[in-house]
């Protein structure tokens, strides 16, 4: 099982050959991940368009608890010098609790524990 951040979003969506992969995996994802990639979207398509691209990855948002504000803060003052996104440091801590690996193509979590780097 695998958390999709943002950029594993956008390349499952593009149909990448390095998220190829992927493609039949549940997407585990949080809202704001969601958000970061609607967001991206509404740069390249007309809503319409995103709107269904958001559709098709049939995202399965994973609640965010008290505990994950704490650990994903905790995370990133932990690893301040990599200047980590709030939404993948939350990301992360998700993917952990839920069991999934944190898939990603962020350079600054290549080699961490519990992550899968694709660029």
Same mark, same amino acid.
């Given at each position: !099982?695998?958390?999709? =951040?943002?950029?594993?979003?956008?390349?499952?969506?593009?149909?990448?050959?390095? +998220?190829?992969?992927?493609?039949?995996?549940?997407?585990?994802?949080?809202?704001?991940?969601? +958000?970061?990639?609607?967001? &991206?979207?509404?740069?390249?398509?007309?809503?319409?368009? &995103?709107?269904?691209?958001?559709?098709?990855?049939?995202? $399965?948002?994973?609640?965010?608890? =008290?505990? =994950?504000?704490?650990?994903? &803060?905790? @995370?990133?003052?932990? $690893?301040?010098?990599?200047?980590? &996104?709030?939404? =993948?440091?939350?990301? +992360?801590?998700?993917?952990?609790?839920?069991?999934?690996?944190?898939?990603?193509?962020?350079?600054? @979590?290549?080699? !961490?524990?519990?992550?899968?780097?694709?660029?």
């Amino acid at each position: !099982m695998y958390f999709f =951040d943002t950029y594993a979003l956008i390349e499952k969506n593009k149909g990448s050959q390095n +998220y190829e992969k992927y493609s039949g995996e549940p997407v585990m994802t949080s809202v704001f991940h969601l +958000y970061e990639f609607f967001y &991206s979207a509404l740069g390249e398509f007309e809503e319409s368009k &995103s709107r269904e691209a958001m559709g098709r990855l049939g995202a $399965n948002k994973i609640e965010v608890l =008290d505990r =994950d504000i704490i650990e994903a &803060s905790k @995370f990133r003052r932990q $690893n301040r010098q990599k200047r980590l &996104s709030y939404a =993948d440091c939350m990301g +992360y801590i998700l993917a952990k609790r839920i069991g999934a690996k944190f898939l990603t193509g962020d350079k600054e @979590f290549r080699g !961490m524990e519990n992550v899968e780097f694709v660029k």
